[in-house]
């Protein structure tokens, strides 16, 4: 009730606040026998973890994760498994000066209205620090969809400011062009059109000398997802994966497929049209037709009815810039009087490239979630 | 688990399909003294239902509810109510050609994938139709809103094609305004700047004469919602407003306040800045100062931080053009083999302006379980 | 929140009242393909239903079911199923008396206390008529059990005031017995040892006689349930059954297996102790060692760790005697002042042989949800 | 899903192997404002803990929590609340020769069978060390209770083999009189009659010396709890109380009220008649005549129709006795052949005494989850 867990089969409960001991997360649901290490967790809390570059807060975090439960000789037991990240570079006397100040774009006003009560160090519960319990479940996540149906979750910068990424095949995007140039050197930015993904990094380094910050977009794919996953109704898979990324931070908009852009298209143009697949051969196949089935365009983002089609998953969300500023913002005391503030540089000019590992981390939790609701619904009766 | 429930505090549970004998509802959660009537339900049952102007289908459904438990004497029990709204028009032999064909942009094919078993009848459980029992609950909401805040939700077609409304505040769109022209005649395409909705009119009647289809966008906007309701981490009320949108058939894109625009926009022209209500005196007041704060500007459509700024609450939807179409489009037989299909003629050439009670349902519906969750959390102490 | 709906897999949310136009139940989560018909319903439903002997109320009501959704030509579609069953003889009038008036055993006062209002109909929400909605949805439970397990949930009468039957072997009790006497005509009060079993209707014959009532009690076993359904902590097969048992109406007491003999045992005496199955031979069998263990005795009631272990599941409830009375009975007012009240002689003298299809029906859908996570859990991988 | 979570509006989910690194559980939902520290918990841990007598296991934990989030200040802060208790004495070596053999009356064969993975160390998730997790979140509801209500919740031994306490006024037991003999010592059976008390502590010590265990019963009492908590349906208190109760390891039986007794009762007898409060003065009292009714027996054990009645809860647990015994017992290896198995010693030779504060915790959750879900329902119009 007071919106702590997410998922059903696969279920995350987090706590944690950005100034306190640490952030934990429950994961439930996990089937035995999937094999799982600290360093499985390592590779995207290390993606997410500040100061990972000079394009992002200078604020520097370990985020070491801790196994407390629920994983045995190197395997998940199918029993609750419990990650704690301590929080080591805590620096309250930081946040000692916005103790009575609304910070604008923040919620420490709307806490404030909710709570009567304010934790007032670096927007305590609020903080893009919870995101490590996430990005550690999403690790866990990625590992049994990798395990059990090949799946792949990846995300990269579509857009920053007006610069936008060109990148005709998303369902093609690997891993290694999110985060490895060409040359081998670390792709900072997480954009794998790498000429338009320099520009990105200029235009924050920009926006930085400004004091000021800048928003952008992300598109995150999921490949590897079969057709059938998702409820018909109110569980549809677009409604848990909007769901997903609208409860990141910063996060103003999500679309899938050609999203926003259906507003403009006829019908007759926008409809994918079934064929069967280059591989099918009717004549000679046994194979049941459903497999090999599918759609000629994919402008649906892979989901028809809210339900997967075995198309690529694609979607994309809005952030907004970072509300934190070194600039001088005017605003109001929790008593009412007009006051101004400032942040003092260590925050994210541009939320982006941090932002990938977290939506990739929420999209991975639904997808999850919903392949292991799909297989009790489509293995009941095989089961014993 | 699969997804036939939405809420918490406030939860709907519905069953139903286009052809089957009719659309179930029940709705637990509802507080008990409010009064409640068939004609309250009525009121949005008619604004979405088949039939009701030329630029819809011409299907003819009466719609007609039936409470069958919760309400005694015209008021709610406190207990679970359930809404029956039975099929009449049901013509099932308008889709008996459809049997082993998958309609191009329809569930036909994801469902026959997740279940293995297809009910052919129109889309069975993931058509529209469906969305009769969202209506009927979110009439419930509404008038649980209205009853304990004096809130409303009113939603208005923004967009329809490349024909955008304009509608400089959001925010004092009356439902008169929506419902109706200047004139008093009917608003049949429920877009408050009139002269742009003749446009939108002409446009849908064009497609339709083309037997194509075209997509559009709606504004949701929700007033009297105090600041306060959402949860900190995954029940963002931005993250459930967007589930419960996206979980209507045919939406693409949510976005709140700027939304996409965020991605151009600089921190230090996105944030609004807090300031003390026009009302206030501090000199003489002994309010609390928090009811007497709010923002300059709503640029962050009334939610920050995923919870409620006291600012009217602005959603916009991205609706895609109808599928199914009279124009012949090519497809394939369950069996794989190449086919074409054409709809004869009684579908939206526009979802749009029935699309408008829907989106409003679902808002109020989510309003109303973060209202309840709230008061629990608020009112724990005062409660004996 | 509101407590109208139990199970998660397979998930029933209920609405009705003894007096309102009828009762509805949705299930959720019955997977795709499984054959279901109004008869599958009328089974449970007539054994449940007033009027049906000497020794039960002589209500007649002939609980029709009608299914709203969720079955195409004669199958599950693994969408939501709606079940309505019209209330016919509602008689309100025979409770005009009690309006103002809280009868003793009833929950009238702590609805009133609860709602701070009173649908003082025969009850209302807390009639036992709501479990008409139970025992259609158990209908369906059993229906899946069988179809997948071909496992069996049959109830008995074990106890009526002091008499107490003889059933040595619970587990090969049959609904043969239960329903039938040796020669063939019906067995009123369904308890399998039919000389005592006469007894009971003798004593319940008395009872009634003198405008009075008498408690008992009844035994719950299921057959065929394999070993492993249950969750290790809180969503124990134990606590899940204890649940459901609880929520009918009157029931005061639940234990499994030996139950509240256990505080008189000694643990050399209690613990059951595994053995290879007869039917085991270890030198030539290739199936895994585990389908071939069980233990020598079951006075662990088919749950150890609260997790089904193979045996017989065998549950026992204590039901109170009717509350409702003929005799008169002293009271108050909801004013505070004395009265008294007496029930006009349509209530059961002795609720058990009505108690048991409803408890059989809370059983089954226990196992039933139980079944569908199980096979989530441990059939993810082979799923696709 | 896999039933690592507890309650609704006041909801626990827990972690954590008997000799994994330690126990975690993260409560959701407790309000803004309450005092919370470290000492609050440890209050009802040293009251669990192992080695605090010599009638219960010589395993020696200090069970020391660390509160990682939810708490600032001094205060509870509205958001999610983790603990951590480490495991110290783990010595998994106990344990290593159990690694293929199933104990008899333990969940190794059940859990095999579930998961088709063990953890065979000291029974991993199913062990009773997860009741620390329970107990600290036990200890939070309490706090909730005592600070809203001035409600406590105390349980005591009633029965150990057949040796029965005389206590004719449960609801009057204190704290004091189960935690400490009239001389001040500590009352280590937790029983509040004396003299039984001290004949428990001989039968359990005699078992001790024969290498068995012994079982026995306790009764869990609430006191200040106001009418009208609990739902009318499925989420009845006495439901979620025997869920709660029935969660716990060795409970097989759960009744409350008269409970069992209630078979052999009449109705004419068993109704606890309605009557206004000793206080009430009709002729001048303006209060709600709600408040000032009671019953004049409360052989219903404070509940009605599910619902509490305001009169003292009285609920009755039966435990069984513990499996691991020092004796030789014969079991099974996994590969299904013959072996035995002895357990050195370490384990309680009667639960009970350690079973007081489990018991209490699980009903402190169950009363907290229902009394905010409460007052959500009860306090929704007055909230802004």
């Known amino acids: 009730m007071a919106g702590n867990s997410f998922g059903q089969a696969f279920r995350i409960t987090t706590a944690g606040e950005s100034h306190g001991p640490g952030n934990v997360v429950i994961v439930d649901g996990v089937p035995a026998g999937i094999p799982l290490t600290v360093d499985d967790l390592l590779i995207d809390l290390n993606r997410r973890r500040p100061g990972q570059s ?123 062009q999110v985060e490895y140039l060409a040359d081998g050197t670390p792709n900072i930015i997480r954009c794998p059109d790498e000429a338009t993904g320099s520009r990105m990094i200029a235009l924050i380094e920009e926006v930085r000398k400004q004091q000021d910050s800048i928003g952008g977009a992300a598109t995150i794919v999921a490949t ?26 910063a996060v103003l908009g999500v679309e899938y497929g050609i999203g926003f852009g259906c507003a403009t298209m006829r019908g007759s143009a926008n409809n994918d049209y079934f064929v069967p697949k280059d591989s099918f051969d009717a004549s000679t196949s046994a194979i049941p037709a459903i497999d090999n089935i599918t759609t000629q365009t994919n402008r649906h983002g892979g989901m028809l009815g809210g339900i997967s089609s075995g198309q690529a998953i694609i979607l994309r969300a809005a952030v907004k810039p970072t509300s934190s500023l070194p600039l001088e913002q005017p605003t109001v005391t929790r008593a009412g009087e007009a006051t101004t503030i400032r942040t003092k540089g260590r925050h994210d ?35 014993t």
Not at 162 to 174: D, L, N, R, W
Not at 225 to 233: C, D, F, H, R, T
Not at 234 to 247: G, R, V
Not at 366 to 377: K, S
């Open 54 to 176: 000079h394009i992002t807060t200078q604020r520097d975090e370990a985020d070491l994760p801790e196994i407390l439960a629920g994983v045995f000789e190197g395997q998940t037991t199918g029993t609750s498994i419990a990650i704690l990240i301590r929080n080591t570079d805590q620096r309250s006397k930081d946040y000692g000066n916005i103790q009575d100040v609304y910070r604008p774009g923040h919620a420490d006003f709307t806490l404030d209205a909710k709570y009567g009560f304010r934790d007032y160090r670096g927007g305590g519960r609020s903080s893009a620090r919870e995101t490590t319990a996430r990005v550690a479940a999403g690790a866990i996540a990625k590992k049994l969809l990798a395990h059990a149906l090949g799946a792949q979750v990846i995300g990269y910068v579509h857009q920053v400011g007006s610069i936008v990424a060109e990148v005709p095949h998303p369902e093609s995007v690997t891993l290694q």
């Open 349 to 383: 000019p541009c939320l982006l490239p941090r932002f990938i590992p977290m939506a990739e981390a929420m999209v991975a939790i639904v997808l999850a979630d919903h392949w292991l609701r799909w297989c009790g619904q489509k293995n009941w009766k095989s089961a």
């Open 224 to 249: 590897g997802i079969p057709a059938g996953l998702g409820e018909p109704v109110f569980d549809k898979l677009k409604a848990d994966l909007a769901k997903a990324l609208f409860s990141l931070p």
